[in-house]
């Protein structure tokens, strides 16, 4: 196969919004090319999902309908000739159109007229105390080898946080037999009068509602321990996770446990979009950034849009609509539809988009991120996983003046590491503005150099630009 | 740590600090070590503290290991393929 070096649209991203906007644009006549990651297309919404129908059908059941939604998504996608390129890993993608693109060891330059960036959403880190400790992940990273591997935890799990997530991931776990040693909820029992003011309009979404309301009862009816209004989680162990201790009730309880998984929501993946230097602004609600978009998911350089959760966090329908709009837009600008053409298109999309958007206001308000989880009290607690930079060192280095997240990671290391700051950077924020009385926005972002993903000195000498 | 609901269709054989371990093929890196029990990938530099795979969706960079001869690769976005040689970066030294 050889791999391209030029397209009218390029979408980095092979998620619900990458497949939408890909498949909407190869219909418009778009010269489309997709890079992903991973080696096949589903986003980690749907990871997997053509194994999973192909050779694990029996595990359908377990994941669920929202994950076999995605099977349409694919095939469609699949189906309509847009060029896709997998295990491509972008390291670089700049205002004027190029990226920088590994794939096999080997990377090029390739030039795009437009750049979609669809990388979706991260977990928000958890910096709990033992975070740090073999058998301690993400709740998505279980739901992750679910979908891609069929493996599913063999010890007693503890799941522990806010979000939606932690009752699918708990439901999917009774399913297939897991042994939940328990889930500690640190928000309190769901405020229900804040959430029937929200319900006439999140009734537009009222399948999507029953099915919470379906896990729930999944979980009360397998026995699940579930405790709401846990606060002060610590992981223990030596080497690896043995326990975890908690106050609940007013009374501290330790339950031994062989994984813990961790879930305080998801925010955007801004990794590649901060690289660009678009701009980007601070959801208050949701704490996170997020790219600045207008309707059709636009950003503030001409050439590159961004839509799905790498956006703001919308969910995976309103990430196809979102993409199916942004490809819309990008026919405008290429010139191969006028604006009225791409207006008369979109309304099928901006109802679901409405649809999503209610829903979403509810979901905000149930499960807003836990304050306690968004920024470790105890000093020795670890920020920066990679160089291991403690609250107590960053509040050192705000004390001796640093109150910007770039120059306290100048004086601590702190998101200097592999990981370029993503696990860190959502909590150093928190960590200055708390000492200094700020709004986490204040402090601001890490400065993201590229490349993004590390790449050899080899591969970078041979690149041909 | 882990177990599967299914016996894997196809397997491969991959080496781990030289042992040989049948594993899934299509498996990343990180899932197939997971899934025979190898909880710790590497120790972080600073205080040689034992880590693992943490988000499986390449942002953690805690699954780090050397990937036949190249180091700090990600093992949880790279896919195993029979007769590769992984090496766990466990035994380097904390800086002074």
Request: charged share 20%; with cysteine.
């Amino acid at each position: 196969m050889t791999l391209r070096t030029a397209c009218e649209l390029a979408i980095i991203g092979g998620g619900p919004a990458g497949m939408a906007a890909a498949t909407q644009a190869s219909a418009l006549g778009i010269d489309t090319l997709v890079l992903d990651e991973q080696p096949a297309p589903g986003g980690q919404i749907h990871r997997g999902i053509e194994t999973v129908q192909a050779t694990r059908a029996a595990d359908m059941r377990i994941l669920g309908e929202d994950y076999a939604e995605g099977a349409v998504l694919t095939a469609t996608f699949r189906a309509s000739g847009a060029a896709y390129e997998p295990g491509s890993v972008v390291w670089q993608a700049l205002e004027d159109g190029r990226i920088g693109v590994s794939c096999d060891g080997a990377s090029r330059m390739l030039t795009a007229r437009r750049i979609l960036i669809t990388t979706g959403a991260m977990e928000r880190p958890v910096p709990l105390p033992g975070w740090t400790l073999p058998g301690v992940m993400g709740a998505g990273a279980a739901q992750t080898l679910l979908k891609a591997s069929g493996m599913v935890p063999d010890v007693p799990v503890a799941i522990i946080g806010t979000g939606p997530l932690i009752y699918l991931i708990a439901a999917q776990f009774v399913r297939a037999g897991v042994q939940i040693a328990a889930v500690l909820l640190t928000a309190p029992e769901v405020g229900m009068a804040d959430a029937i003011k929200l319900l006439p309009g999140a009734m537009r979404s009222g399948r999507t509602l029953l099915k919470g309301l379906a896990w729930r009862s999944e979980l009360r009816s397998a026995g699940v321990r579930m405790l709401h209004g846990v606060s002060r989680p610590v992981i223990e162990g030596a080497g690896q996770v043995e326990s975890v201790s908690y106050t609940h009730g007013g009374v501290r309880h330790r339950t031994p446990v062989g994984l813990v998984l961790l879930h305080n929501g998801v925010i955007p993946n801004t990794q590649l979009s901060l690289a660009t230097r678009c701009k980007h602004e601070w959801d208050a609600r949701q704490q996170y950034w997020r790219p600045q978009t207008d309707e059709w998911s636009a950003t503030s350089h001409a050439r590159i849009a961004v839509a799905g959760d790498g956006a703001g966090i919308m969910g995976a329908r309103a990430a196809a609509s979102q993409g199916r709009m942004a490809a819309l837009d990008a026919a405008v600008r290429l010139g191969k539809i006028d604006a009225a053409r791409r207006d008369a298109m979109v309304s099928d999309d901006r109802a679901e988009l409405e649809r999503q958007h209610a829903l979403r206001e509810m979901l905000d308000r149930l499960f807003q991120p836990a304050q306690e989880l968004l920024a470790p009290t105890g000093i020795g607690g670890v920020v920066c996983r990679c160089e291991d930079v403690t609250v107590s060192e960053l509040e050192d280095a705000v004390e001796k003046g640093c109150t910007d997240v770039n120059r306290v990671k100048a004086f601590t290391r702190c998101g200097m590491g592999p990981c370029q700051g993503r696990m860190c950077g959502p909590t150093v924020a928190q960590v200055i503005a708390r000492k200094l009385g700020q709004t986490p926005d204040v402090p601001g972002q890490f400065r993201i150099r590229l490349p993004v993903r590390p790449i050899s000195l080899a591969e970078l000498a041979e690149l041909q630009t | 740590m882990f177990r599967r609901l299914h016996e894997p269709s196809a397997t491969v054989t991959v080496y781990l600090d030289d042992a040989p371990l049948r594993v899934a093929a299509g498996d990343t890196v990180a899932a197939a070590l997971l899934g025979v029990g190898v909880a710790v990938f590497r120790a972080a530099p600073r205080h040689g503290s034992p880590r693992g795979p943490h988000c499986m969706i390449g942002n953690c960079y805690e699954c780090l290991v050397e990937i036949d001869g190249m180091p700090y690769r990600q093992a949880c976005l790279t896919t195993v393929a029979d007769g590769m040689r992984i090496r766990r970066p466990i035994e380097r030294e904390a800086p002074p």
